[in-house]
């Protein structure tokens, strides 16, 4: 079970600042590389949503373990940053484990778990639960940047139908949902408005976390490495949810609280405990539901 | 005119039923979302309002109502092309411009569709462009006529002026060319 397996550097307080490795540039990418990223970065946040096209690298990981978001970090983070890398809301599962120890490595920056005294997260699949503030960025890993892709396989057909906001066939999806499900059964991914503009896919976040993206204080940056786009949303910045006047966004819920500490408001992952299939239901956030158990939160422990 | 004002025309204003239905419809989803698609391309947000208008276009082209869920892909030649008729309808264009919407169906299905058509055009007061080979349709369909070689209108007129009375060798051909039945 992940939330409580300690991890090796996982101190809860910040780790000092490892010994950066020889014979790297700052942050692995050579400056002419983050120049060009950081270029497309400032496009992105004068047009918020909109999917800008950058060089992507080959980066020493695969295409979909984050080559995208680990771009961004590189061109975004300086010698004085603190970096928080989860995935699926862990501090502690391999591709967080990776990149946070690449950036050591190579950046020879601090690393934290706490959401708090990060500077930067970079992040798979979650928004933490705790606030973001003005003085933290957000770094998405994005697989399919395209939110249209699905019903529209040319590319030219979909930068042509942004240009033109022609975003009807985005609920074409969302009817189809309804018609078979009753409701809209899209629970990650769910696609976005920015700005009263662009339409955006928010990398596969769980829709739970599409309320915090909106007018987040924090900057939220957006990379898909294969796909060679990034995107960014400023902070403050209106982002809705797409939906139906007569069936409109909702979030999920649960009809239990965290087995560990108690939470009623967090994103629950379902863990099944032993081969005869009992589960418990505790918080994705690994740091959030370490906090609330530090401060002396309970849960009821799950399954006896 | 600009390709924003050109495509929206397209959702709007005009509507397009190709020769071949796979081509005018989205296959991957339902028939309902079909002819609901236009309606959600100029805004119209409300699932229920949506619902209730592709209900009454798939009656109207005596679609059944049971396989408003169902895939286009299920459906037969005839039916996919009455659902490309209603998909283009929903949002009441002026000018419809069909390339051979009859053609590659079989012989009653034709009279069907043709009889709803003309029906629809009348009632709505659509103005229509239909290009066919068949004349059998045109004399049925259309009040003026064109005939066409080489991408040149070597013919125009009155349906039944030049059917009766053709003076291009060309339409000449094409009308004596037809089979007694």
């Known amino acids: ?304 | 005119m600009s390709e924003a004002r050109r495509r929206l025309l397209m959702r709007t204003d005009w509507g397009i039923v190709y020769q071949n239905a796979r081509d005018g419809l989205r296959m991957k989803v339902s028939a309902g979302a079909n002819v609901g698609e236009r309606l959600m391309a100029i805004g119209d947000r409300h699932y229920g309002h949506i619902r209730a208008e592709a209900v009454d276009w798939l009656e109207r082209v005596e679609m059944d109502l049971g396989r408003i869920d169902d895939l286009p892909a299920t459906f037969s030649g005839g039916m996919q092309q009455r659902l490309q008729i209603a998909r283009n309808l929903v949002t009441k264009p002026r000018l419809v411009f069909m390339d051979e919407p009859t053609s590659g169906l079989d012989v009653s299905v034709q009279a069907r569709l043709l009889d709803l058509i003309r029906g629809l055009v009348g009632s709505l007061g659509i103005a229509c462009v239909v290009v066919t080979h068949d004349l059998g349709v045109v004399r049925l369909l259309s009040h003026r006529l064109m005939v066409m070689k080489g991408g040149d209108v070597v013919e125009h007129g009155l349906t039944d002026q030049v059917l009766d009375d053709p003076q291009h060798p060309y339409t000449q051909l094409l009308v004596s060319s037809i089979l007694p039945v």
């Open chain 1, 1 to 304: 079970m992940p939330t409580v397996i300690p991890h090796p550097t996982a101190s809860t307080a910040t780790a000092a600042a490892p010994q950066r490795l020889e014979g790297y540039n700052f942050a692995y990418l050579d400056e002419q590389t983050k120049r060009m990223i950081r270029r497309a970065l400032l496009k992105a946040v004068a047009v918020p949503g909109y999917q800008v096209p950058f060089g992507s690298r080959e980066m020493p990981l695969p295409y979909g373990w984050g080559t995208g978001g680990i771009q961004v970090t590189a061109a975004v983070i300086g010698p004085d940053d603190t970096l928080k890398v989860i995935d699926q809301g862990a501090d502690d599962t391999t591709n967080a484990v990776n990149i946070r120890r690449f950036f050591a490595k190579t950046a020879g920056v601090a690393t934290t778990d706490r959401t708090v005294d990060a500077s930067i997260i970079q992040t798979r699949h979650r928004i933490p639960e705790t606030p973001l503030t003005e003085d933290q960025i957000l770094v998405y890993q994005v697989p399919i940047p395209e939110p249209l892709r699905q019903l529209e396989p040319r590319e030219a057909e979909t930068r042509k139908m942004h240009a033109l906001e022609e975003y009807g066939v985005m609920h074409v999806s969302l009817y189809e949902d309804i018609a078979k499900f009753g409701r809209i059964t899209k629970s990650y991914n769910y696609p976005v408005r920015v700005n009263g503009r662009y339409v955006m896919a928010p990398s596969p976040i769980p829709k739970f976390d599409n309320p915090k993206m909106d007018r987040m204080p924090a900057l939220q940056l957006f990379g898909a490495g294969r796909e060679k786009r990034l995107y960014a949303v400023p902070p403050y910045t209106e982002v809705k949810s797409l939906d139906f006047e007569d069936h409109p966004f909702e979030v999920e819920t649960w009809e239990q609280d965290c087995a560990l500490c108690g939470a009623g408001d967090s994103y629950l992952d379902e863990v099944i405990v032993d081969d005869k299939g009992t589960r418990m239901f505790v918080c994705s956030d690994s740091d959030y539901c370490r906090e609330r158990r530090e401060a002396g939160h309970q849960g009821d422990g799950g399954p006896a």
